[in-house]
Every structure is written in C-alpha cells, then in structure tokens.
C-alpha cells in the first residue's frame, strides 16, 4: 500500500504557531535525597532534543561554574560553583559569595535568553535561606522568564511566596515507619 501526503491548499492565512507555556515545578523534602529523579527527568527530557539547563548552586566544582559547563549529551548544560567544597553553611568568604553570585547572574542571563527550555535550580530553597540570593530577584526571575520555559525548583523549605508562583508542587517524603 502506497501513501501520499498532500499538503492542503488554503485560500486564507495560515494561524501562528502558538507556545506552549512553561511550568514553574518545585521539588522540595526535609530530606536531600531526592535530586536523582529531577536529574532523571532532565535526562529524559534532553535526549528527547529540548536544551535543558542544570544548576547546582551549592555544590563544589573545580574547574567549573558559568565558563566551563559540564555538557552532558548535546543538549544539556550541568554548572556549579567554581569551588572546591560543597556549601552547607550560610559563614561564606568572599570568594564563595562571588562564586554564587556569578552563577546567579550567569542564570538569569542565559535563561532571559530563551537559550534553554527546561532549567534546574538545585537547592535553590538553600541558597535563598543562606541569604545568598535574594528572595525578591528570584520572584522577579521566574515572572520575566521566557514563557515557554519550563523552571524546577529544589530544596528543602521553599519560601511561600515562591510556593505561591508554582504550577506544580511535588513534596516527596518517606512513606515507610522504621
């Protein structure tokens, strides 16, 4: 059996391509042990062709941060702080601060770009909590954000008023009484 696609003939205007809009996703548990299934769906999504944008704002990385992201596969971008250790404290040196800061800039920047579809914002919950970003530039990111990018937020202890931007609030917690 042969098949044949024609492509109709229309007398009037074709209608836009519209966008879908983004969601803005949270993830959030007491404890943290839940960032394998986000970067499972990061995965996911990335292999199926979307850019996907992951960010590690407490975790250490030698060599890295906003000049030298870690590319996973063609389409996702994983960076962290250019730091030898993993941040677990809000007592920073001033290295550190910068260090934080550069990536929160870098952020805003490639993600107001429209570069990316999907963007991982790990722990951010903890670095807002830390005072190492403020609460105020993150609500004014998420509402200047590209409308067909897609945000996941981690961390424990999301703030309320980000709460209150979320299409969607995922609280993963043991299920089982030891």
């Known amino acids: 059996m042969i098949a044949q696609l024609e492509s109709p003939t229309l ?7 519209y966008i879908v809009e983004g969601l803005i996703q949270v993830f959030t ?4 042990n839940f960032f394998t299934s ?46 030898p250790r993993c941040i677990d404290t809000p007592e920073l040196d001033e290295i550190e601060t910068t260090s934080v800061q550069q990536l929160w800039d870098y952020t805003q920047k490639v993600v107001l770009e429209g570069k990316y579809s999907l963007v991982v914002l790990d722990e951010l919950s903890l670095a807002i909590n830390f005072g190492l970003i403020p609460e105020s530039e993150v609500l004014e990111f998420l509402e200047k954000r590209p409308v067909h990018v897609d945000i996941i937020l981690t961390g424990p202890h999301m703030l309320p008023s980000i709460l209150e931007k979320a299409d969607q609030i995922t609280e993963i917690r043991r299920s089982h009484r030891p």
């Open 11 to 17: 007398d009037t205007p074709c209608r836009p391509h």
């Open 29 to 32: 548990s007491t404890q943290r």
């Open 38 to 83: 986000v970067m499972a769906q990061a995965l996911r999504i990335s292999g199926q062709g979307t850019p996907v944008l992951v960010v590690q704002f407490l975790k250490g990385g030698l060599g890295q941060g906003p000049e030298a992201p870690v590319q996973l596969g063609q389409n996702l971008d994983w960076i962290r702080c250019d730091l």
